[in-house]
Structures are given as C-alpha cells and as structure tokens.
Nanobody, 120 residues
Framework: VELVESGGGLVQPGDSLRLSCSIS????????MGWFRQAPGKEREFVAA??????NTYYADSVKGRFTISRESAMLFLQMNNLKPEDTAVYYC????????????????WGQGTQVTVSS
C-alpha cells in the first residue's frame, strides 16, 4: 500500500484547508486510516482516525469541532477549519490494519507528509 498526501500550504489563522491522502489499495472494512502531525522538535501526535467500513470517527481533543475526517473510494480527507498557529506541522496519513489506535507505532504504513503552516 502506498499513501500520498496533498493539500498542505501556508494559510492565515482562521482559514481552512482540506488535506487529501491517495491510497493505492483500498483498505479493508476493518482497517483504520488516521491523520497524524508532527511539529518541529515535537513528537508525532494523533489528529483523527476513521474506521474504514463503518466510518466511525475519532479526534484528538485539540482538533475536535474544527477538523473533520472523511473518506471516499480510495481517498482519505481531513477538512481543517478555523486553523490556529499551533496547528502548524507536517501532516501524515497512515494505515492501521489492526484497528483504532492513537499510537503512531501501531500504524503500519505512512505517507511522506504534507506541510501545513498557519501564520499571519
């Protein structure tokens, strides 16, 4: 499986961005796709996840109400609204074949990341 993220960029506080992740092989229903982010000097952190088949969604408290994860066909999306400077990071999509987790090491496959910078 190959994952390719796109959609990052430089935006101002309060703006919106939609990240996309192209998935080379459609996940199984039991698989979970997640979004993580990593800011300079910080550890990679969980942002959101979706269980592929039933579309159950999960969010970090820091993004709840602002970010929305979704999927269609072999694509994963992250709609990010009301962006804040602290959202600045490289954003990664990842596949977990074993189920839902917020722990990066439990995800099997990663994309190369896309940079999101929120600055005035």
């Amino acid at each position: 499986v190959e994952l390719v993220e796109s959609g990052g960029g430089l935006v101002q506080p309060g703006d919106s961005l939609r990240l996309s992740c192209s998935i080379s092989t459609r996940p199984y229903s039991s698989h979970v796709m997640g979004w993580f982010r990593q800011a300079p000097g910080k550890e990679r952190e969980f942002v959101a996840a979706i269980r592929w088949g039933v579309r159950n969604t999960y969010y970090a408290d820091s993004v709840k109400g602002r970010f929305t994860i979704s999927r269609e066909s072999a694509m994963l999306f992250l709609q990010m609204n009301n962006l804040k400077p602290e959202d600045t990071a490289v954003y990664y999509c990842a596949l977990n074949r074993r189920g839902y987790s917020t722990i990066p090491s439990e995800y099997n496959t990663w994309g190369q990341g896309t940079q999101v910078t929120v600055s005035s």
